[in-house]
Each structure stands twice: as C-alpha cells, then as structure tokens.
C-alpha cells in the first residue's frame, strides 16, 4: 500500500501504519500494537475527526479507541467524507 489514506466502496478506512502516531484506548494502560500492516476501519464507526490533546488529527471511535495520524486535517476529514458517501478515494 503506497497511499497514506483509501476508501472503499464499502466505505472502510485503510491507514498505513507508517502514519500513525498512536493507536490508543483512553484510561488503558498501554496502546495497540500495530504490526506493520495497515489499520482499517469502518467510517459508520467514527463518531468525530478532531486533535486530541497532543495536537494530533485523531479519528474518535464509537468503541473508545483514538486513532491519532500524522497527516494533515483536511486529507483525513476528506478521506471520513469520500468513505462515509461509499466512494473511492485515496491520498498519496
């Protein structure tokens, strides 16, 4: 996988793992491991897009889980939008 970002049809969310920052569940004591594949996520299953407390764009996940990216705002609300609408999309 090249892209930083992809949707699907089915509105699924792909993540290269090599932008993450964290993948964490508040008050646990330790982080997801991520093992070098890629992070997907179903878009119907993020409650919001915004920076956690470190600044970071973070995906809020209805399961309590943050997924917090080292990207630019508007490609990740962009990627939320085109997944959500079940379209196509990817950013390089």
Same mark, same amino acid.
């Given at each position: 996988?090249?892209?930083?970002?992809?949707?699907? =049809?089915?509105? %699924?969310?792909?993540?290269?793992? =090599?932008?993450?920052? !964290?993948?964490?569940?508040?008050?646990?004591?330790?982080?997801?491991?991520? %093992?070098?594949?890629?992070?997907?996520?179903?878009?119907?299953?993020?409650?919001?897009?915004?920076?956690?407390?470190?600044?970071? +764009?973070?995906?809020?996940? !209805?399961?309590?889980?943050? +997924? =917090?990216?080292?990207?630019?705002?508007?490609?990740?609300?962009?990627?939320?939008?085109?997944?959500?609408?079940?379209?196509?999309?990817?950013?390089?």
């Amino acid at each position: 996988m090249n892209n930083k970002l992809q949707t699907t =049809s089915e509105g %699924l969310i792909y993540i290269k793992p =090599s932008v993450i920052i !964290t993948l964490k569940k508040p008050n646990t004591i330790e982080g997801a491991k991520i %093992l070098g594949k890629p992070i997907i996520i179903n878009a119907n299953q993020i409650c919001f897009l915004s920076h956690n407390t470190e600044g970071n +764009v973070t995906y809020f996940l !209805t399961n309590g889980f943050e +997924v =917090s990216m080292n990207i630019f705002f508007d490609e990740a609300l962009s990627i939320l939008n085109a997944a959500k609408a079940n379209i196509i999309k990817s950013i390089e």
